[in-house]
């Protein structure tokens, strides 16, 4: 019916959008749970936001988009780690330090694309993403930094659940909390990459932790908070795109940003599964439960 | 008997330049239940982490079933202090005592056929069936330690180690958590380790005691331990010892002299204000 009309899978730039973004979503909602759980949030956030210096870097060198949010992302990573993630005054602390010496490179680059480049598009792409405009060429390293994010959580999924659940017991068990916490922030970053190649470095954010978020409060499951986060992620996503496309008609001509759509999707989905929560009482303390030996 | 579980042998672990324990010795063997008395800045937790192989000692040794306590961290399940879960953790109590059996391992947990049995079997030892499928989270102080508890016991440890786990609980959570460690420790036949500012608590189930003050310790018994003699040496000051019925009290003299007159004159009063 209107897909057909509008001709919505034929076209290109959806392909390449829904591909990507599927690839966004998937990948965010994996690490999101994690990067929750750990009350890494805030880190998460500042990644995205400090990847904008390599977007930003990318235009003015002319190199693929996806690298430099990437490779930024990274230098960004084991920033934090160097300064010290243990505490988590610390944490914050050297978390804040190294976004906000990022969003200074963040502004110099920007600048420069503007004043030397003539891509005048480059600090909305960059900033806030255009789905519609991703090169078909960028499918294949999304793919490939997906997997990655696939291949680092597979491997380390029980030593990361431990740790976020409790760094005392993960330690006890012989496993470095240094190098889960660094492998972790690097399969942040990659997550990051994508999430800001779709929809934006700033905007990246409500991807990475917004479908998890959600999905932590319905779930009793690691496994099941992943399910949701992936399946809240895959619709917002989905949804977007196809309201995006769609809006060029309700709007006579003027398109939205798929990147709008995708954030008022996610908070509604967090704010649903509020409610959703605390109707069913899923996080509400049961009554409790009487010592065995005392009934006797 | 058996050989011991856990063998220290004039153990001393310097931080940082201090000396934190000086010459500490003691066995434990299957069966028993050894508590780790101290107050804060005794060296309790120190020596916990010496015996989990995560700080390394100047000089003496600590063998568990007869290797240093890094080489067998299999053997050794830990019950960490302060254990306070989010309430959003997408976690029952059956999922955390399962990454007790294989939160250290690589890849996807797929393959559960005979891990539910060891679980369940945790789940059971510390009477936890009841909230095996609730958030952890969502638990009460007192059934998040029995939670962790199962966790450390899923890969049947040979000693149990626990840290302060009294500490924020109430009276009866903690006297049914001192009567759950009595009935593991014999049921079990495992060596249990457990610290605490308060030996009072522990009395019942007690086996063994190490006592310990300002990075030196008293083993042995209760009765050989909480002798004036032997703490007035550990302490490097005259102290008393209080009985009353089954309750102990540790004073430093000046004050023990007017508490003797209380208890000559049958005062229901050393009740450790602790």
Known sequence: ?????????????????????????????????????????????????????????????GINPLLGFLGMAWIAAFGMEFLGVRKVRERDLATGIVLGAGLGLSALFLYLDVTTTSTTGAAVSVMFGSMFAIPQSLI?????????????????????????????????????????????LLALGLAVAVCALAIGAVLATALLIGPAGAAIRLSRRPAQAIFWAMAIGLTAVWGSIWMAYESYYWFSGNAWPVSFFVVTLVFLFYLTAVLVAKVMGLSARQKPVIWPHCEA | MSDPVLSVAHLSVDLGGRSILRNVSFDLYPGQLCALIGENGAGKTTLLRSLLGLTAHRSGQA?????????????????????????????????????????????????????????????????????A????????????????????????????????????????????????LGTLTR????????TAHDMNPLLPVM????????????????????????????????????????????????????????????????????
């Open chain 2, 207 to 274: 086996d063994r005691l190490v006592y310990l003050v300002g990075g030196q310790a008293a083993t042995g018994s209760v009765e050989e331990v909480v002798q004036p003699d032997v703490l007035s040496k550990l302490y490097g000051y005259p102290v008393t010892v209080l009985r009353h019925g089954r309750r102990i009290l540790v004073l430093p003299d000046a004050v023990a002299e007017d508490a003797e007159t209380c208890t000559a004159s049958h005062v229901p009063h050393p009740e450790k204000a602790d």
């Open chain 1, 1 to 61: 019916m209107l897909l057909e009309n509008s001709g919505f899978f034929s076209s290109e730039p959806v392909q390449t959008a829904l591909i990507v973004g599927t690839c966004a979503a998937l990948v965010s909602a994996v690490i999101g749970v994690f990067t929750i759980l750990r009350g890494n949030a805030f880190a998460g956030h500042a990644l995205a936001d400090v990847s904008s210096a390599g977007g930003a870097a990318s235009f003015l060198l």
């Open chain 2, 187 to 194: 049921t079990q036949q495992i060596a249990v380790l457990v």
């Open chain 2, 63 to 131: 063998l568990i079933d007869g290797a240093p306590a890094d080489q067998r961290r299999a053997l050794v399940g830990y019950v960490p202090q302060k254990i306070a879960f989010d309430p959003d953790v997408p976690l029952r109590t059956r999922d955390l005592v399962q990454l007790g059996l294989d939160g250290h391992r690589l890849g996807l947990p797929l393959f559960l056929g005979r891990k539910k049995a060891l679980v369940d079997q945790a789940l059971h030892a510390v009477w936890a069936e009841a909230f």
């Open chain 2, 133 to 180: 499928d609730q958030r952890v989270g969502e638990l009460s102080g007192g059934q998040q330690q029995r939670a962790v508890i199962a966790h450390a016991l899923v890969r049947q440890p040979r000693l149990l180690i626990l840290d302060e786990p009294l500490a924020n609980l109430d009276f009866g959570s903690a006297n049914a958590l001192v009567t759950l």
């Open chain 1, 140 to 184: 294949g390293p999304a793919l490939v930094a997906s997997a990655g994010v696939f291949l680092l959580v597979g491997l380390l999924y029980r030593p990361m659940m431990l740790t976020a659940v409790d760094p005392d017991l993960a330690a006890a068990r012989g496993i470095s909390l240094r190098w889960i916490g660094l492998l972790q």
